[in-house]
């Protein structure tokens, strides 16, 4: 391979690295003169607005990122995903010489983290699904001691239990600066997408149009969410043996493709050069995809 082009590649990846280093670290230690940073805090906008396939990947892409809770804006996780493909990719093209090996590892770089980062969103939207009851009850507590809603709110983001307590701080701030709580509730629910809430933001939006008893409205909310949450819990015990051998037999496939990818290139030649491989190739990728998919969709929780 011609040095100028290695050097080419070497210098876009390591630019676009520092690129997305320099834009995390920004955002990590920026810090407004608030506690929150009211003006970084996504609100609940006009999805309608997302059409077509980037569209939608983007907004899937926003979403992942502000749920998993991580400090770094969407943009420069996905610039640091890009960089990572990148740096893999050269890596690559340099060690094996092959632009498809390139290639193949460049989406490894890319799409790997993805998985990592969804597993800190089930993480902590399933702990904010566990304190829920909870800070439901405290917030009850709160309104029959005498304290408005907005003080209520306020107590839960000073007392509650993390991560859900940040969500109610940044709700808190946003009812300082003259938000009504219909619109606050509305940004908490964009921000975690949970039943739960969802619900607690309907009943709030109402009461503070209708009025009626709260006290007795959360105590409530409390309870079903609680008998809610045990038959979660018990789902997820029974049906855990079948998931993971889901997983097993979906990781089957893309392994045993990489062993003939990277240890046997003769017999996946030959599987590539014959119009039947090709087919049966394309046809195993595709019922793959659909298994997953079918697995996905069977195991998903409501959030």
């Given at each position: 391979?011609?040095?100028?082009?290695?050097?080419?590649?070497?210098?876009?990846?390591?630019?676009?690295?520092?690129?997305?280093?320099?834009?995390?670290?920004?955002?990590?230690?920026?810090?407004?003169?608030?506690?929150?940073?009211?003006?970084?805090?996504?609100?609940?906008?006009?999805?309608?607005?997302?059409?077509?396939?980037?569209?939608?990947?983007?907004?899937?892409?926003?979403?992942?990122?502000?749920?998993?809770?991580?400090?770094?804006?969407?943009?420069?996780?996905?610039?640091?995903?890009?960089?990572?493909?990148?740096?893999?990719?050269?890596?690559?093209?340099?060690?094996?010489?092959?632009?498809?090996?390139?290639?193949?590892?460049?989406?490894i770089g890319f799409f790997a983290p993805i998985p990592f980062i969804a597993r800190i969103r089930s993480k902590?939207?399933?702990?904010?699904?566990?304190?829920?009851?909870?800070?439901?009850?405290?917030?009850?507590?709160?309104?029959?001691?005498?304290?408005?809603?907005?003080?209520?709110?306020?107590?839960?983001?000073?007392?509650?239990?993390?991560?859900?307590?940040?969500?109610?701080?940044?709700?808190?701030?946003?009812?300082?600066?003259?938000?009504?709580?219909?619109?606050?509730?509305?940004?908490?629910?964009?921000?975690?997408?949970?039943?739960?809430?969802?619900?607690?933001?309907?009943?709030?939006?109402?009461?503070?149009?209708?009025?009626?008893?709260?006290?007795?409205?959360?105590?409530?909310?409390?309870?079903?969410?609680?008998?809610?949450?045990?038959?979660?819990?018990?789902?997820?015990?029974?049906?855990?043996?079948?998931?993971?051998?889901?997983?097993?037999?979906?990781?089957?496939?893309?392994?045993?493709?990489?062993?003939?990818?990277?240890?046997?290139?003769?017999?996946?030649?030959?599987?590539?050069?014959?119009?039947?491989?090709?087919?049966?190739?394309?046809?195993?990728?595709?019922?793959?995809?659909?298994?997953?998919?079918w697995i996905a969709r069977m195991a998903k929780s409501d959030y």
């Open positions: 391979m011609d040095v100028s082009l290695v050097a080419l590649i070497l210098f876009g990846a390591i630019s676009f690295t520092l690129l997305a280093v320099a834009w995390i670290i920004r955002d990590v230690t920026a810090r407004s003169t608030v506690a929150v940073g009211i003006g970084r805090l996504p609100m609940a906008r006009d999805e309608s607005v997302h059409r077509g396939l980037i569209g939608r990947l983007d907004l899937s892409f926003h979403r992942l990122m502000v749920e998993s809770g991580l400090t770094t804006k969407p943009s420069a996780g996905f610039f640091l995903l890009f960089a990572v493909g990148l740096l893999f990719g050269g890596a690559a093209l340099i060690w094996m010489n092959d632009p498809i090996a390139a290639c193949t590892f460049f989406a902590r939207v399933r702990q904010i699904q566990d304190q829920f009851p909870d800070t439901v009850d405290l917030m009850s507590r709160a309104v029959r001691a005498g304290e408005s809603l907005d003080q209520a709110i306020a107590l839960i983001g000073d007392q509650g239990p993390e991560p859900l307590a940040k969500e109610f701080r940044r709700c808190s701030k946003q009812l300082e600066m003259g938000l009504g709580i219909g619109a606050a509730m509305r940004s908490l629910v964009h921000r975690v997408r949970l039943l739960e809430l969802r619900i607690l933001a309907t009943m709030l939006a109402v009461h503070r149009q209708t009025g009626g008893n709260l006290v007795v409205a959360l105590e409530r909310m409390s309870n079903v969410a609680r008998d809610r949450l045990a038959y979660q819990r018990q789902l997820r015990a029974t049906s855990a043996a079948g998931r993971m051998s889901a997983f097993f037999v979906a990781l089957a496939g893309p392994l045993l493709f990489s062993y003939l990818f990277f240890f046997q290139k003769n017999y996946f030649a030959k599987l590539i050069d014959l119009p039947l491989g090709q087919m049966l190739l394309a046809i195993a990728v595709v019922l793959e995809i659909v298994g997953l998919f």
